[in-house]
């Protein structure tokens, strides 16, 4: 099993950025690919942005490419979302989900094993 838990969101203006943070527990990190989706009211989830379990390439939606920056610290069993410029339509609850040995994380929810309880992110214009 493996544990995760979003942190970060919050209150902020148009404009304005935050960081999110996921962390992982229950088994090696760095086997894992990590993932940020998010789920507006009345909406389905989609995907933000992912990370492989190997390898630098990242991949964003096209409606967050040049504002949004995923990382991932394998020592600290921790992946961050950087959420910068946001945008009123970027309100969502934002959740870390977390798959074994994957090499695509733009893979639909359903193929997600492990999520966590996700995290408000609000931006008011």
């Known amino acids: 099993q493996v544990q995760l838990v979003e942190s970060g969101g919050g209150l902020v203006q148009a404009g304005g950025s935050l960081r999110l943070s996921c962390a992982a527990s229950?088994?090696?990190?760095?086997?894992?690919?990590m993932t940020w989706f998010r789920q507006a009211p009345g909406k389905e989830r989609e995907f933000v942005a992912g990370i492989p379990w190997r390898g630098s390439q990242v991949y964003y939606a096209d409606s967050v490419k040049g504002r949004f920056t995923i990382s991932r610290d394998n020592a600290k069993n921790t992946v961050y979302l950087q959420m910068n410029s946001l945008k009123p339509e970027d309100t969502a609850v934002y959740y870390c989900?977390?798959?074994?040995?994957?090499?695509?994380?733009?893979?639909?929810?359903?193929?997600?094993?492990?999520w966590g309880q996700g995290t408000q992110v609000t931006v008011s214009s």
């Open positions: 229950g088994r090696t990190f760095s086997d894992y690919a």
């Open positions: 989900a977390a798959e074994y040995k994957t090499w695509d994380p733009t893979q639909a929810s359903s193929e997600y094993n492990y």
